[in-house]
């Protein structure tokens, strides 16, 4: 279960677009509450699913990659490039400047975890990288593993 707070998270947002002079229109924000409320990442074809099920007016796949697009620049969303799901940002409430994120997923569960490594971490990752020929490698890492909860059982 997410805890956090979806409606204070939802005006948060929008005080923030209002603060950078953009729009938080009525179906970004669909898509974001979906996201919110979902309690694990959610691919693009299950959160137009959900937006649809009781709107007379469906979205198009194709609303929902632009409107996912748009959230992501923002950094109110981030992907799961190994999954290619979405998930809402945990610093949505939050004031200060977004860090690069890494994430933690449950193997079992599937709940995901926003976290943020120090950059140091990174750049000891990056020095390996490039001492075996690699550049320009992906600042977002994906780690597995078990949850708390998950452990447990
Ligand atoms: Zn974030
Ligand atoms: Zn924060
Ligand atoms: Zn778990």
Known sequence: MRTVNSEKAISD?????????IRLTR???????????????????EIAEQCNADSNDPMPAMS?????????DQQFVH???????????????CGHDHA????LICNECRKVEEI????????????????????????????RGLCDSCEIN
């Open 13 to 21: 947002v929008e005080q923030k677009c209002a603060d950078r002079g």
């Open 27 to 45: 179906r970004r924000k669909e898509v974001l509450r979906t996201l919110v409320l979902a309690e694990s990442a959610l691919s693009a074809y």
């Open 64 to 72: 929902v990659y632009r409107i996912l697009d748009f959230l992501r």
């Open 79 to 93: 992907r799961l490039e190994t999954a290619n799901k979405y998930i809402s940002c945990s610093h949505l409430s």
């Open 100 to 103: 690069q994120s890494q994430f």
């Open 116 to 143: 943020d490594f120090s950059s140091e971490a990174f750049s000891v990752m990056e020095k390996a990288a490039s001492a075996a020929g690699f550049s320009s490698i992906s600042p977002q890492l994906e780690v």
